[in-house]
């Protein structure tokens, strides 16, 4: 899947997802919103953001 249809399944901007691969902090609704794009459920945010729990 392209960083475009990403964005676009997940409803945020391309430049969005370019800073969420850079490692730019961004919303847990805005985490939610691009796992549900890859088919994923919310309790996988810890293998796609690893960090997520060493930020508390």
């Keep these: ?3 475009a ?4 399944r997940a409803g945020v901007s391309p430049l ?3 800073r969420v691969e850079a490692g730019c ?3 847990m609704d805005t985490k939610r919103k ?3 794009a890859l088919g994923l ?5 810890a293998e796609v953001w ?3 729990d060493a930020q508390g």
Aim: hydrophobic share 35%; net charge positive.
């Design 41 to 45: 459920k919310p309790s996988a945010r």
């Design 50 to 52: 690893p960090d997520i």
């Design 34 to 36: 691009i796992l549900e």
């Design 5 to 8: 249809e990403l964005a676009r």
């Design 25 to 27: 902090p961004c919303r």
């Design 16 to 18: 969005t997802i370019d």
């Design 1 to 3: 899947m392209s960083k």
